[in-house]
């Protein structure tokens, strides 16, 4: 099953699909959701695939806005394949590179990525799978930490490079208006199986820039959401993004930024894509 989040004639809810042909409003189902962390409640009470009704309420072409919403927090994980650290300029270790991606990032599958140039001229993206926590845990075993996985989508971790460089940290490189394009949907885990067998690929203007299967991660998704639950409570809407793989721009010489125009597109087999359009603006701010 796929759940998504549309806007047609005017509404905006939450929809539900057996295949992402078409879509059925939660809300002819009985379930009634605003927040993520609503509609995972709302899908525990509607009727089970195989008694939806079909007719009338089934929608083939609503636009399709970003899955997550009102979710507490979104938690990203850095340097998680092999060679990326070299290619962002990091060292990589043993350790886990956990940073927050704010909710203002939140952009939808088809959104516009916003840059300020006036505040970063080196952005750059980042394909990752993203797991959204389906229920409540806290230092729970890494054999039981597959259990809490609602659903998986794609994300891109849109990072502005020189604000990494010159700040020293990550939250508010990674965290500026736009950032995080995600959707089209979340497909729940009994339909995606394991995780590991998924690949996660980039192109920006047509171009294939990153191709990776998810089993080369450094740590899984259990390890993943055992580790970082043994020191944050992860709640069911939560975001857990998993790491990029090689072939950002910063990478390639001289470095493939974002510029005006740019399209990104980001995938993962199975799982749909997401293509942003890159629009320059300027505020007139500036960060020191």
Known sequence: MRLARIAHQGVIEFAVSPDARSWLPMSTLGGRAETLPEALVALSEIPPPHCWESGGTQLTEPDLL????????????GLNYPDHAGEVGMAQDDALVVFAKLPNTINGPYGEIDIDETITREVDYEAELAVVIGARCRAVPLEEAIKHVFGYTVANDVSARDLQRTLGRLTFPKS???????????CTADEVGDPAKLTVTS????????????SSMTRSVAQLI?????????DPGDVLLTGSPTG??????????????????????????????VRVASTGAHVH
Request: aromatic share 6%; charged share 20%; glycine share 14%.
């Open 66 to 77: 970003a899955p997550v919403h009102g979710t507490g927090k979104v938690v990203a994980i």
């Open 176 to 186: 500026l208006d736009t950032f995080l394009p995600i959707g089209p949907w979340i």
């Open 203 to 214: 192109s920006v203007n047509g171009e294939p820039r990153q191709r990776a299967s998810v």
């Open 226 to 234: 055992s580790e970082v639950s043994a020191g944050i409570t992860l």
């Open 248 to 277: 950002s721009g910063t990478g390639f010489q001289p470095p493939r930024y974002l510029r005006e125009g740019d399209i990104v597109e980001c995938s993962i087999s199975g799982l749909g894509a997401i293509r942003n359009r």
